[in-house]
């Protein structure tokens, strides 16, 4: 059996906002991109359960240095649960476990239950959830039949807007916090509103500065896959974009060599302290600082030289 020669890994930068498809798992998309892109480096920001659809950015090379402010972003979802029903994973590619009566239930109700949920809050993680417990992820005790305690952990939801109302089906607009389930708040509702839910679609539509509006399918990828790595490359959204809202700071030549030797330098004007964006001269953008109360900045996250996105 004849096998085709295995092609090069590159070294590509850039951000890629997939348009994750349902079915998926988030690793499984990652790796799937990555061998189209043949991009030595890659991660995502934070996964998707294999139901949800939408938003996934995916770093490349020296972007993979930014996943963390990605992962700690604040995310939007539209999720549509079905009350009446609970399955063991949360959503409906589970089994149901549990019935009730959805109820005639009117706006007014439902909107004083959701007021509960508004703002910091605590969640009791899943069972189907990859955290770890003695060194097991929960989703593999729970396909064997068992169940840990799990302690509950503060999440915020910054916005929680009903959308639409028709008997079983609840639509919502979530925007929250990293960690939480959007699986766990819509069972939560059930159980605030005297009976119990699961989630039958949940799409994200916004992942920190990402949305929908800038994100490409599986198919396009593979499509732009046939058409040359300049095509694919064309896809990427450069590393910076994910930090867009950070102050930024150029220096000249001989400031830029010192930076990325690892040293402070003096910034050219008075500023704040905190995190900011480095570019040389040129506009390249060569990572990521910390400025100080005396305008010193220090370099904390710099890209290598080959940090550019390659076109061919």
């Known amino acids: 059996m004849v096998t085709e020669p295995r092609l090069p890994r590159r070294a590509v930068t850039g951000i890629l906002v997939l348009d994750k498809p349902d079915g998926m798992t988030s690793n499984r998309a990652l790796q799937i991109a990555r061998r189209l892109f043949r991009a030595r480096k890659a991660g995502h920001t ?44 949360g959503d409906a590619h589970g089994v149901v476990v549990e019935r009730g009566d959805p109820g005639p239930l009117s706006a007014a109700q439902i909107e004083a239950a959701l007021s509960a949920f508004r703002g910091p809050i605590e969640q009791v993680p899943p069972m189907y959830s990859a955290l770890k417990h003695e060194g097991r992820r929960l989703y593999q005790i729970a396909r064997a039949g068992g169940s840990v305690e799990r302690p509950a952990r503060p999440v915020t939801i910054h916005e929680l807007a009903l959308l639409s109302w028709e008997s079983p089906h609840l639509r919502l607009r979530v925007c929250c916090s990293k960690g939480t389930y959007i699986r766990t708040l819509v069972e939560d509702i059930g159980a605030a509103l005297g009976s119990c839910a699961h989630v039958r679609q949940l799409r994200r539509t916004r992942a920190g500065p990402f949305d929908l509006s800038q994100a490409v399918s599986l198919d396009r990828i593979e499509q732009a896959a046939t058409e040359g790595l300049a095509a694919l490359d064309g896809l990427l959204i450069p590393a910076d974009a994910a930090v867009g809202d950070l102050p930024s700071l150029a220096f000249d030549a001989a400031t830029t060599k010192r930076l990325c030797q690892g040293q402070e330098v003096a910034a050219a004007a008075p500023g704040s302290p905190g995190t900011v964006r480095l570019y040389d001269a040129d506009g390249v953008f060569l990572g990521l600082g910390e400025r100080d109360a005396q305008d010193r900045v220090r370099p904390r996250r710099l890209f290598n030289k080959d940090g550019t996105v390659e076109t061919c």
């Open 46 to 89: 934070g996964s998707l359960d294999p139901l949800a659809t939408g938003v996934l950015p995916l770093c490349f090379g020296e972007a993979t240095k930014l996943s963390g402010r990605l992962l700690d972003s604040i995310k939007t979802y539209e999720v549509i649960g079905r009350i009446g029903e609970r399955t063991d994973t």
